[in-house]
């Protein structure tokens, strides 16, 4: 596609269910970033994926969440026994990773309601 | 390590007046900085960046930003607001490619008819 995909882009959910936010970046980017937006606050990074390096997983906020990327291109992003703190919108993002540096390239995010 | 602060969360300007938005950045080597603009409910888009080629960047829907080395500034500017210009902006460094992006919290326009 021509920009970033997400989806679910709205995912009502009760708490303690597991839900999965999946990412189609534009293709050839190798890097892929996930951000959480929670209500009035800014962007919160959460995890970076480079290439075929180790990803960085400095922003995930605790061991229920977790992100793979699969042969470079899709993300998932998986939130285990959902709180309601979790309540957010997910961004993903994708750029390249030329000489120039090059922005950011932003999904429209996944709204994550839990009840 | 890296990090920006936008001073002022809800900034509000007349239509037709100057839009001044603040971010401020540290970082221990030369910076690329970005602007971005979030509609609601949408993602972000690029505004402007900085990526140490002329000190005044020039961007979309008539923003431009002055990359100020000595003020670690990087404030991004307007001379007329729009009713359109209405929106969240958001300061960003990072310290080149493959590098992580930093976010500041963001600031809120409104602009008043």
Known sequence: ?115 | AQSVTQLGSHVSVSEGALVLLRCNYSSSVPPYLFWYVQYPNQGLQLLLKYTSAATLVKGINGFEAEFKKSETSFHLTKPSAHMSDAAEYFCAVTKGPGNQFYFGTGTSLTVIP
Do not use: M
């Open chain 1, 1 to 115: 596609g021509a920009g970033v995909s997400q989806s679910p882009s709205n995912k009502v959910t009760e708490k303690g269910k597991d839900v999965e936010l999946r990412c189609d970046p534009i293709s050839g980017h190798t890097a892929l970033y996930w951000y959480r937006q929670s209500l009035g606050q800014g962007l919160e990074f959460l995890i970076y994926f480079q290439g075929n390096s180790a990803p960085d997983k400095s922003g995930l906020p605790s061991d229920r969440f977790s992100a793979e990327r699969t042969g470079g291109s899709v993300s998932t992003l998986t939130i285990q026994r959902t709180q309601q703190e979790d309540s957010a919108v997910y961004l993903c993002a994708s750029k390249t990773s030329g000489v120039n540096t090059g922005e950011l390239f932003f999904g429209e995010g996944s709204r994550l309601t839990v009840l």
